[in-house]
């Protein structure tokens, strides 16, 4: 297994959910424990320190368009968690597909 990953570079504080107005708190706490969800599915799986910042920073896209995310109990978190994993996976191993094709 790799290096353990850092993540405490990419937490987030409240003021960084400033646009979450009331619920910043809220939405600071299950962002973080979704990038937590996040590092350990991904290590579980040896992903490489630049595929977990890769989810990572994908993560964050998916969070500032659905704040209906903030809404999520855990189990429910690491399910959706999984399913963007999933979905990175399938298009890494499209892309190594097509690249394997093209030769």
């Given at each position: 297994?790799?290096?353990?990953?850092?993540?405490?570079?990419?937490?987030?504080?409240?003021?960084?959910?400033?646009?979450?107005?009331?619920?910043?708190?809220?939405?600071?706490?299950?962002?973080?424990?979704?990038?937590?969800?996040a590092v350990t599915?991904?290590?579980?799986?040896?992903?490489?320190?630049?595929?977990?910042?890769?989810?990572?920073?994908e993560l964050c896209?998916?969070?500032?368009?659905?704040?209906?995310?903030?809404?999520?109990?855990?189990?429910?978190?690491?399910?959706?968690?999984?399913?963007?994993?999933?979905?990175?996976?399938?298009?890494?191993?499209?892309?190594?597909?097509?690249?394997?094709?093209?030769?």
């Amino acid at each position: 297994m790799l290096n353990e990953f850092e993540i405490h570079p990419y937490l987030v504080s409240v003021a960084d959910m400033d646009e979450f107005e009331e619920e910043a708190e809220l939405a600071a706490d299950q962002l973080n424990m979704m990038l937590h969800s996040a590092v350990t599915q991904a290590q579980a799986d040896d992903w490489s320190h630049p595929q977990i910042i890769e989810l990572i920073e994908e993560l964050c896209f998916i969070w500032f368009r659905e704040p209906a995310l903030t809404e999520l109990e855990s189990d429910e978190m690491d399910d959706y968690v999984s399913g963007v994993i999933r979905k990175m996976e399938q298009q890494r191993d499209e892309a190594d597909y097509d690249d394997s094709d093209s030769n």
